[in-house]
Nanobody, 115 residues
Framework: QVQLVESGGGLVQPGGSLRLTCAAS????????MGWSRQAPGMQRSLAAS???????DYPDSAKGRFTISRDSAKNTVYLHMNSLKPEDTAIYYC?????????WGQGTQVTVSS
């Protein structure tokens, strides 16, 4: 069973950047889709970015132009580059991957945007 481990979260000032990394313990070829979701305190978990095996990406309006998701299949890793961060981006960010049979989630990494 593949495990997903996130890293790269932390405290950043408004307008700053962060790169989140999701490392899979096994091959990510079995995932037809991978992505990042986020959950702020008192809020439901929502999509931050997704990428298909085809390379097609999808972002909510709140992330378009600021977030970029990418995957490196050779390294079994998915990245989320976040620029122009805002206080409302503060949340726990979760990496996920979907196969035809199941969904896998990481434990999450905290991102705090504050001056």
């Amino acid at each position: 069973q593949v495990q997903l481990v996130e890293s790269g979260g932390g405290l950043v000032q408004p307008g700053g950047s962060l790169r989140l990394t999701c490392a899979a313990s096994g091959s990510i070829f079995s995932f037809y889709a991978m992505g990042w979701s986020r959950q702020a305190p008192g809020m439901q978990r929502s999509l931050a970015a997704s990428i298909l095996n085809s390379g097609r990406t999808d972002y909510p309006d709140s992330a378009k132009g600021r977030f970029t998701i990418s995957r490196d299949s050779a390294k079994n890793t998915v990245y989320l580059h976040m620029n122009s961060l805002k206080p409302e981006d503060t949340a726990i960010y979760y990496c996920w991957g979907s196969t035809t049979n199941d969904d896998y989630w990481g434990q999450g990494t905290q991102v705090t945007v504050s001056s």
